[in-house]
C-alpha cells in the first residue's frame, strides 16, 4: 500500500486545538489527524457491519 499526500487549510484556532489534542498524546498533528480520521472510517465500516448483520439475522 503507497502513500498520498492530502494538503488541508483550516484557521489558527482550529490548528492550535489540534495541537493540543496531539501534544496530550505525544503525537504530531499529521499524525493525530490520520488516526482520527483512520478511527471514524472504522467506526463508520463497523456500523455499516452491524446493520448488515441485523438485517441478515432480522432483528428488530
Known amino acids: 500500500m503507497g ?4 494538503s488541508l487549510r483550516i484557521d489558527g ?3 492550535e486545538r ?8 505525544g ?5 493525530y489527524v490520520v488516526r ?7 467506526d ?3 456500523q455499516t457491519a452491524v446493520e448488515e448483520t ?3 439475522y432480522d432483528v428488530t
Open 27 to 31: 503525537m504530531s498533528v499529521q499524525d
Open 36 to 42: 482520527t480520521l483512520a478511527r471514524d472510517d472504522f
Open 54 to 56: 441485523e438485517r441478515f
Open 3 to 6: 502513500t498520498s499526500v492530502l
Open 18 to 25: 489540534l495541537r493540543g489534542h496531539a501534544a496530550k498524546r
Open 13 to 15: 484556532e482550529l490548528l
Open 44 to 46: 463508520e465500516r463497523f
